[in-house]
């Protein structure tokens, strides 16, 4: 398994809407960037991962096929051992599939080589964990850094750029402090500005908020809602966060695994239940699904 340095692999909401197992949503949902050919961000076909334990097969993804639209907040649920993290590893380029297909942005992971497989790992997609992941020894300002160093953006850039990555999760103000010095939702908000910097297009989340308490996943669900459609949502009630930054930024996919159904049916506009490895049920929820005419009503740069 390949992975980057800095990461591990490894209420009463809105009505939802039950589609078919393993279906996809019917209504016509336009693409709001240029993705694949169909405007699909992400595309899994048949993709399975077992793992060999002695003489027992563990299926963790056992055949999964799922489209993810440009623009679209996904919710993956399911209980623990389902395999949502796995999946989530095979989007990330982090791990292989054992057999079946990975497309993003219209590109098959599986084709790539090892620089646009590392150029996917650090540009393409920006990954969040529960437990954030960020480095102890490193200020906030080097943590957020780093997928920069990584890209090898020119030294000069680079202070400019964390800045607007810290900006926009409203903790400009910490530049110089260490992890340890942070509180749990602020250092989660570190992780998604070393998640953003690179400018993704997809964010995945594997269970963001497991380690906070309720009202700071609350506020950290606010942020990536805000990561997801800039404009239409710019992290009310996040102390801090820059609305001007946010306008200046396109709208960025979301997958994101949750154990709370409550928060996935506030902020996601699509679930996706997992069971024994394979998508148990798809749901809409009440909230908006993106479209062409949304975004480019708002300006959104292609
Ligand atoms: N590296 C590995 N080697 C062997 N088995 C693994 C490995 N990683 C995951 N598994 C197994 O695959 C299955 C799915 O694991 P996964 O971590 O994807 O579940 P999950 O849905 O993310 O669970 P949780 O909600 O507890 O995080 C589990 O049975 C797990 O034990
Ligand atoms: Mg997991």
Redesign the pocket.
């Known amino acids: 398994?390949e992975s980057h340095p800095y990461t591990k692999p490894?209420g009463v909401g809105p009505v939802t809407t039950e589609l078919t197992p393993g279906a996809e949503p019917t209504a016509a949902q336009p693409p709001i960037e240029p993705g694949g050919r169909d405007g699909a961000a992400i595309r899994i076909q048949n993709l399975a991962r077992h793992?060999k334990?002695g003489s027992a097969t563990?299926r963790?993804?056992d055949g999964i096929s799922l489209e993810v639209h440009s623009g679209d907040f996904v919710a993956v649920l399911?209980?623990?051992?389902?395999?949502?993290?796995?999946?989530?590893?095979l989007l990330a380029g982090l791990d292989h599939p054992t057999s079946g297909s990975v497309f993003v942005l219209g590109r098959e992971l599986g084709a790539m080589t090892p620089i646009e497989l590392s150029r996917h790992r650090n540009g393409t997609i920006g990954m969040v964990f529960q437990s954030f992941n960020l480095l102890p020894r490193m200020t906030v300002m080097e943590n957020v850094e780093l997928p920069l160093r990584i890209a090898e953006v020119p030294r000069a850039e680079r202070p400019q750029r964390v800045r607007e990555a810290l900006e926009r999760v409203g903790l400009a103000a910490r530049l110089t402090h260490r992890p340890g010095e942070l509180s749990g939702g602020e250092q989660q908000r570190v992780a998604i500005a070393r998640a953003l910097v690179n400018r993704p297009r997809i964010l995945l989340a594997?269970?963001p908020t497991g380690n906070l308490d309720s009202a700071t996943g609350e506020e950290i669900l606010r942020l990536i809602s805000s990561i997801n459609k800039p404009v239409a949502s710019a992290a009310p009630g996040v102390p801090g966060v820059n609305v001007a930054a946010a306008h200046a930024t396109t709208a960025t996919t979301v997958v994101m695994?949750t154990?709370e159904r409550a928060l996935a049916e506030r902020y996601a506009n699509r679930i996706v239940t997992?069971a024994d490895?394979r998508i148990a049920r798809q749901e809409r929820t009440a909230n908006p699904a993106p479209t062409a005419e949304a975004i480019a009503e708002k300006g959104v740069p292609s």
């Open positions: 398994m490894r793992y334990m563990i963790a993804v399911g209980a623990s051992g389902s395999g949502k993290s796995s999946l989530l590893n594997d269970e695994v154990h997992m490895g």
